[in-house]
């Protein structure tokens, strides 16, 4: 039999990302909505919270990613 290990030991929310990458955090809100759990974006859920989003280190690599993407073809993502 085979178990999973997770091997994520800490993920950075995408308040903390935004400051990180001197980015508007509500853009890359809206960039990262494309991102799923494979990509390395989780919901992060506390006590009386809705929850925050935020990234795995592979996660905040494909964010990155995303950024030149979107910077490169700014008319793709209409806000």
């Known amino acids: 039999m085979t ?3 997770n091997k994520v030991h800490h993920v950075t929310t995408i308040t903390q990302v935004a400051k990180d990458l001197g980015e ?8 990262s909505l494309e991102m799923e759990i494979e990509d ?4 992060v859920y506390g006590v ?9 280190a ?13 910077k490169d073809n700014p008319g793709l993502l209409k806000r």
């Open 40 to 43: 390395g974006a989780i919901w």
């Open 58 to 70: 592979f996660g905040t690599d494909n964010l990155i990613e995303l950024i030149r993407f979107y």
């Open 3 to 5: 178990t999973h290990v």
């Open 24 to 31: 508007d955090e509500d853009w890359l809100r809206d960039i």
């Open 48 to 56: 009386g919270e809705d929850g925050v989003k935020a990234f795995t």
